[in-house]
């Protein structure tokens, strides 16, 4: 799964990425996704005027459900408790499958990538397993053997050729990126060392003369650090914890990448104890909504239907109308064809509305099984939501799976009912976010998916960044529109949204996607009203005195 949630400092030169302790600080930042573009010219989504609007009309929500199909979701985070889906028909923890789905105790969800045994944390990239998979068959002992192989198998062999390429360039920009990481780490004291006991200014490291290659070195990361306001006038020991924890996030990021998602010989499937190769499988599993590290997830479901609580102001932008139910299927690594296709599958059986599915990856060997399961959710009226991916690459030139385009070179999508989602920021000068994927035909829109605050795990809250993020936006969105107007057919759901956005034309914003621009719930509200509404509003009736007549 590529993701971002780390801040990827020293990637260029020794620069770090805006600190997750300054950003606490500021409480406007934390919901600035949701500001009003026409009053305040930041390209939020303007949430709140788009309950207005539907409010003022006279309509009354229904509860949508979401599918969040992610790495598992944290169901008892005091920010989504009381916005979770519940199978009422499933009796908790009875060991029995009450409602006859084939899911025992699925009550929040199901998690598809677990079993009696435990659950899957770290898995392999897609790259990896292709290439341990087709390897003995194109690249054997056996040259004649190969070729064969290669000419029957052309289209196979095909993917092989490109996963071995990206597998060959990822895996070791991996090793590169662990090892520089846990060289650093060791590094940390001695860097710390140079400020001799003096606070992080400016003013003290121009004092700071250095004699040698490694005081110079130091003295640079030092002075890079110090541009950080969080940083600025910090002890060497509070100096000392900030790399330590900036570190320790990298390696976190990594080490996985290094150690086991490129490692040809690790495979955890026998975790699950599904028949892997029947992909036409669809009752395994368990309920461990949350799995290893639902970080991830927690963070996407909080971003669609969180809510305020305690000291936190953050909330969703679908709080007041959708329901979370979590459905597993995203290991750290490359989510399963088999798991994808079971997971929309479910959530579409069991009454979700929505998906939303932040995960991709650049080749899919079982797409055509997750592309019936995409066909099966337009036939149910379900919106499905699919994050751009955080590459910086054009989507025409490179595949982001799984997509709605059967192929690249396809004028239009087979489905109706996907709208894939690019990550914008908070700076109207920079919009579209360095990492965003981005195309004119094959990416739909933009969201807000730089510097998003929300719920992650052990009820905590965080700043996370990514089209991963961008994407629930867009489901949130989705989610109020169908919960005001539950008749709305998906393609009318994405009409809307496409139709309704903020444009902008710096920085040619406009090439990177086929509306040219950011969403605007209230203006998705009000098209949709006005083009599709066929539902009829009683006004409430307006109170008249009785007037007495004097005899």
Known sequence: MKRILVAAFFLAGFGFAFSQEKQEEDKDLKTWYHKDFSTTKVYGVNTENAYKFFESKGLKPKSVVVGVIDSGVEVDHPGLVKNLWKNVNEVPDNGKDDDGNGYVDDVYGWNFIGGKNGDVGVDNTEVARVVRQYKPFFEGDNAVENKENQTKMSS????????????????????????????????????????????????????????????????????????????????????????????????????????????????????????YNDINEKYYGNNHYEGPDAKHGTHVSGIIAGLPQGGETQYGVAYKVAKIMTVRAVPDGDERDKDIANAVRYAVDNGAKVINMSFGKPVSPGKEKVWEAFKYAQEKGVVLVHAAGNDNEDLELNDNFPTNFKSQKDEKPFINNMITVGASTNDS???????????????????????????????KYEYLQGTSMASPVVAGAAAVLMAYMPNLTPAQVIQ?????????????????????????????????YTHFNTIKTVKPAVKTKKVVKKK
């Not at 090793?175 to 006991?197: C, D, H, M």
């Not at 640079?220 to 320790?248: C, H, M, R």
């Not at 195309?439 to 510097?451: E, Q």
């Not at 605007?520 to 098209?527: F, I, L």
């Open 156 to 275: 196979e062999f095909d993917m092989y050729l490109k996963a071995k390429e990206i597998f060959t360039k990822k895996s070791t920009e991996a090793q590169q990126q662990f090892q520089f990481y846990s060289g650093f780490q060791k590094e940390i004291p001695g860097i710390v060392a140079t400020l001799n006991g003096k606070t992080l200014t400016k003013e003290n490291l121009a004092s700071i003369k250095p004699t040698t290659q490694v005081e110079y070195r130091n003295l640079a990361i030092l002075s890079n650090v110090a541009q950080d306001p969080a940083a600025q006038g910090k002890t060497p020991a509070e100096v000392q914890t900030f790399l330590e924890k900036e570190i320790k996030e990298a390696l976190e990021y990594f080490e996985p990448q290094a150690t086991k998602q490129y490692d040809l010989n690790y495979d955890t499937r026998s975790i699950v104890g599904d028949n």
């Open 429 to 459: 000068e920079a919009l579209k976010a360095s990492f965003s994927n981005f195309n004119k035909k094959m990416v739909d829109v933009f969201a807000p998916g730089d510097k998003i605050y929300s719920t992650v795990t052990d009820g």
């Open 496 to 528: 809307s949204l496409k139709n309704s956005v903020n444009k902008s034309t710096a920085n040619d914003f406009g090439k990177y996607s086929e509306a040219s621009g950011v969403i605007d719930v209230y203006k998705a509200a009000q098209y949709a």
